[in-house]
């Protein structure tokens, strides 16, 4: 799957809305410095984090789907997982 490309077009609004959102950074779980450099260098090409961001956005997902439930209306998940 071309998940590289996928971040920096398609998925991109989706991913920022995700690993830079207030609940995401939050939780305290990552560095957000970090993320943000990652995200940087991915999204200008430098380096290829696309797994690392994948690993992030499904680890996010995860969290507002199965431990935030009680608390997470569908309609502040992003649209491709608010039906799951």
Known sequence: ???????????RE?????????RARQR??????????????HTSKR??????LWDLVVLELWHRI???NAQTAPAELPS???NL
């Open 1 to 11: 799957a071309p998940i590289s490309s996928w971040f920096r077009n398609d998925l």
């Open 14 to 22: 989706m991913t920022e809305d995700l690993l830079f959102s207030a």
């Open 28 to 41: 305290g779980y990552f560095c957000a410095d970090v993320i943000e450099r990652m995200w940087t260098e």
């Open 47 to 52: 380096l290829d984090h696309s797994e690392k």
């Open 66 to 68: 199965f431990v935030d």
């Open 80 to 82: 491709a997982v608010a």
